[in-house]
């Protein structure tokens, strides 16, 4: 059995991807698992599970304690194999959780998935992006946590057939408690989807120099702005829905312009995947000119405005 | 207040190269250092301790060497070490055993802390796994603690939300690098930390003589950052210019 669950219902469809890939592969039915209420089942099965599994709980929020016990009651019911869990904070917290409760093998982002001579191999990055790892299993069941657009969702089809089986599942309660649940500080910035960002640094001396970003980034259309980790974590100048880094957004973008950002390895990790890098830094010795394309030495003051302006001139 | 720090040492990723000519990370020769968020952890831990007192102890699972790298985090403020030096074949599953394993022979502990993750694997599997083993409740992604007689506030940092959690004691909390800055040692603590001990702590001791990974690493390949590194350095003028023409023969200006 293959086995499924996110509380991110965007990433429950794109694991229901790989998740059905998988499971014909090996001969095997899929299934899907809801904690709380069931609002997604019927979602789920044109989605591609052949079973969706409900845990009804009085658990209103997610605490990984819980979660972690339900889905083990789950597993041992199913008998599942492979178990892939969305990588986002939450299921990064649970997989482990769970594969320690299974004393078993659990690999977290992974940004491949595939059978390789009938067993499951993964991939993920290490070393902040320097080199990819390749995984394989030694035992049962085996987990692995995928990340948001590692794969893309099938398409719904209202044809495929599933059956829905709702369970009430007891589990020990947690002793901690959610206080509160806030939603973070965001200005609504979408660094994932954007195909061009500029990015700001230390370089910039005052929070409202940031502008000379914003400028650029809306002579390119762009709009986007990025930043790397002092501006958003320990200045917060803007919020973390800017960062790019290896704790904040991966991005790859068709055009990415780095300006008073030094280059440490943490913030390339987020955007080398980019198509073209262009770094704009005083110092001729920064680490940001190695994984640029182009570079201008100089001081971003001067160099900002002018390539604004010439950009402006250049496209109409 | 018990509190137990797990600390890793690690690769300085920073200076790492790919070998051309067999597409593989270099790792040997590179620099060793504890990783950069399990120091956080650290300075939480003795934050801690300052408001409550009682005992901070930092576990390492790591290759004989890693002794040296532990009395850094003496210096910074922990009581004493503990040394378990790693089998030949390891994966999260046999670290995260063996450091359960060494929580449980201190014995007494209220708070574990480490960071979210390793800065040279990012797994973040290791807070999570021991909680799990101890079976105690965990708080990850912790971006502050506030911790109280008998219980501990913190609020965990989901991205987009913030969930502020509370817990009885014995909880595992694993930080963020943003919770804090950690301390950099004075001399006079540096060499104080030499009369801190340091517990060499074989498997045996530990309940893990015979353990096995249950993941295989069966390659790593290299990601060479190849990029045109064209760099203008002469007047700003004509460096936009030529900057501005290469972006539209890339195509990328429309």
New interface residues.
Partial sequence: MVLVYSDNKNLMLELLNKGSELAKELNKSLTAVIIGKDDFSKEYIAHGADKVVVAETDLDQFKAEECTDIIESIVKEDGSEIILIGSNKNGKELAPRLAAKFETGCITDCTNVYLKDKKLTAERIVYSGNAIAVEQFNTTPQIVTVPSKVFDPLPKDDKHKGEVVKKKIDVEKSSSKILKVQEMKTEGANVEDAEIIVSCGRGFKDKNDIKLISDLAEALKGRTVGCSRPIAADLKWLSEDHWIGLSGHKVKPKLYIAAGISGQIQHIAGMRDSGVIVAINKDPEALIFKSADYGIVGDLYEILPKLTDAIKTKMG | MNIVVCAKQV?D??E?K?DSKTN??ILAGVPQKISDIDKNAMEEAIKIKEKHGGKLTVVTVGPADAKEKIKELLAMGADEGIHIVQPEKL???VV?TILAGAIKKIGEYDIVLCG?AS???????????????LNI?????AQNVTVEKDKV?SE?????????????FP?MITV???INEPRLPSLMQILAAANKPINDWSLDDVGSGKI????????????S?E???????DD??D???K??D???K?G???
Avoid at chain 2, 119 to 133: C, H, K, N, T, Y
Avoid at chain 2, 137 to 141: A, D, L
Avoid at chain 2, 227 to 233: C, G, L, S, T
């Fill in positions: 690769v990723v920073s790492i790919v593989k990370p994966d999260y599953f995260s979210e800065i040279d694997l990012f797994s973040g599997q290791i807070g999570p796994r021991v909680a799990g083993i409740p965990q708080i990850t992604y506030v965990r940092n989901l991205g987009d939300k913030a969930v502020t959690i509370e817990s009885s909880v963020t690098k943003e096995e990974p249950k993941i295989t690493t069966v390659d790593i390949k290299g990601v950052m990029r045109k590194n064209i760099v203008y350095q700003i003028d460096s936009v210019g900057l501005v290469s972006l539209v890339e990328v200006l429309r």
